[in-house]
Each structure stands twice: as C-alpha cells, then as structure tokens.
C-alpha cells in the first residue's frame, strides 16, 4: 500500500510532470538523431516505391479516442489495407490474427523495412504524436480497432485490463516492448500494460526509457 507522500507524488506526475518530460524529450531526441532521421527517410525512398511514411489504420489512444500514429514505413505501399482485403493474403490475415497481430514471416516487409524494424527505427516518427499530446514517450501499447475487438473476443478476461490500458495515453516505448516486443502475446502484454498503469511513477519511466536503447539496438523481441 502507498503512503500518503508517494500517492501524492505520483498523482503531481501522472498530471503534470510527465507531459513536461514528454515535450523536452521528443524535442531533443527529434533534434539529436535528425541525421539518423534524415538517412532513414533516403533509404526508404530508394529501397521501394511508396511514401516514405507509412499508410496505417488509426489507433486507439487515451480514453479511446482514435487518432493517426506516424511511423516510417517498413513495408509495401497499403501494406495494411492488402491484408485485410486482397483474397490472396487471406491465410496471411489468418495467421495475424491468431498471432497476437504479429506476423513471424511477413512477405509485406521491405528490405529496409526489416532493418528499421528490428531496431524500432520505424516507430520514431512518433515523437510528432509526442508534441501533438496523443501519446506520450512511456506508455501501453497503441492497439488497432480490429485488433482489441478480436483478441477481447478471444480473451474475454482481459476486458478490464484493456479498460485501465485505456486510461492513458499510448507510448512509443514501455514495459511490454523492452519485455519481450513481439514475442509477448496479448493476454500477456495487455497485462503488463496495465500493471504499468497501476504503478505507473517516474522511476518506472525512466528505468524503461533507460532499457529501450538496448532493446533498440539489440533487436530483441522484433519482427
């Protein structure tokens, strides 16, 4: 049980500190790795035909409110839509959606996009999600729409947690991505997001944000 002085301490940071936090660090890690940004972008182009940014579904952030999440894309062009609609991929969609949305072998990836995959370099455009106050740099998971209707249905006991998930913004890194990535399945992962939520402090931020760089570099977890 908190005593009084740590619920108060993390009440001041839920509410304030950490979207103080959110903004000095998606404008400095925007600023220091431009040139990494930049090179990303040209390789993309030059690797295949398509935006440099990727077309996706909108996700579900705090309070359910759907919103538009930037990511480099890693993959063919309507990659996303093909999927859910082209026949040809429909064993394809089938193996999705029993993986836990995660696919081990996915013909859509590009050459570079396996690269900037593994080491999460796809996911940085999500610091322009940062400023905009739709997620945060520390948070669950941004689920698909499709994605936490399905797999509810197929864990209905996760209903609550996805409800606590639900009470936050999303982050671009957290506990379940420096614990596994895509190796995690959602039963499992919607409930290290919620316990996040439920101990969610500044030293829990921080450890987290101080492993991500591991898990960056060493590709664990990724598909």
């Known amino acids: 049980m908190q005593n009084d002085f740590s619920f108060v301490g993390?009440?001041?940071?839920k509410r304030y500190l950490k979207r103080a936090i959110d903004l000095f660090g998606a404008i400095t890690l925007l600023i220091f790795f431009s040139p990494i940004y930049l090179l990303t972008a040209i390789a993309i182009l030059l690797d295949s035909p398509g935006p440099v940014f990727a077309d996706v579904p909108e996700r579900i952030g705090e309070y359910g409110k759907k919103f538009k999440m930037y990511k480099f894309r890693s993959m063919i062009e309507n990659a996303h839509h093909l999927l859910r609609t082209d026949p040809r991929l429909q064993e394809l969609y089938?193996?999705?959606k029993k993986g836990s949305y995660k696919l081990r072998k996915d013909p859509r990836v590009t050459t570079i996009g396996k690269f900037i995959r593994k080491h999460s370099?796809?996911?940085?455009?999500?610091?322009l999600n940062v400023l905009k106050g739709e997620m945060s740099l520390v948070g669950p998971r941004a689920y698909y729409?499709?994605?936490l209707k399905n797999q509810q249905n197929k864990f209905p006991h996760t209903?609550?947690?996805?409800?606590k998930v639900l009470s936050v913004k999303p982050g671009i890194t957290g506990f379940w991505q420096v614990s596994?990535?895509?190796?995690?399945n959602f039963d499992k992962r919607i409930a290290m997001d919620a316990s996040y939520v439920?101990?969610?402090s500044l030293w829990l931020d921080l450890k987290i944000i101080f492993k991500t760089p591991i898990v960056m570099l060493s590709g664990q977890g990724a598909v």
């Open 10 to 13: 993390n009440t001041f940071y």
């Open 198 to 200: 439920k101990n969610m």
């Open 145 to 147: 729409p499709d994605e």
């Open 94 to 96: 089938e193996e999705y």
């Open 180 to 184: 596994g990535r895509s190796e995690v």
């Open 121 to 127: 370099l796809d996911e940085v455009p999500q610091l």
């Open 159 to 163: 209903k609550k947690l996805v409800s």
